[in-house]
């Protein structure tokens, strides 16, 4: 079993910048893909990125703002989120599993409660 929490959400200006953090107690994070998806009101929950043993891997909306780092002693695995748009404006989840390394949400089995990030244009 698997616990994650995320932090670091909050209200940032259009052009700022957060840090994400997804902390793990139970197992070790390194040993999972970790995945950063995020849902807006109103809209389906979107993939952002992912982390695991093959690499690092980015949605085409936030390639080049976005990255995801690990920090194995830290068991957590974090999101800086650069040049921040109004449209990044939602709920962002972090979600670890053992064998998947996609981006469908549905085939991961565990979840964080979520932070929020609102961008003001």
């Known amino acids: 079993q698997v616990l994650l929490v995320e932090s670091g959400g909050g209200l940032v200006q259009a052009g700022g910048s957060l840090r994400l953090s997804c902390a793990a107690s139970?197992?070790?994070?390194?040993?999972?893909?970790v995945a950063w998806f995020r849902q807006a009101p109103g809209k389906e929950r979107e993939y952002v990125g992912t982390i695991s043993w093959t690499g690092k891997y980015y949605a085409d909306s936030v390639k080049g703002r976005f990255t995801i780092s690990r920090d194995n002693a830290e068991n957590t695995v974090y999101l800086q989120m650069n040049s921040l748009k109004p449209e990044d404006t939602a709920v962002y989840y972090c979600a670890a599993d053992g064998a998947y390394r996609g981006i469908e949400s549905k085939y991961y089995d565990y979840w964080g409660q979520g932070t929020q990030v609102t961008v003001s244009s």
């Open positions: 139970g197992r070790t994070l390194g040993a999972y893909t």
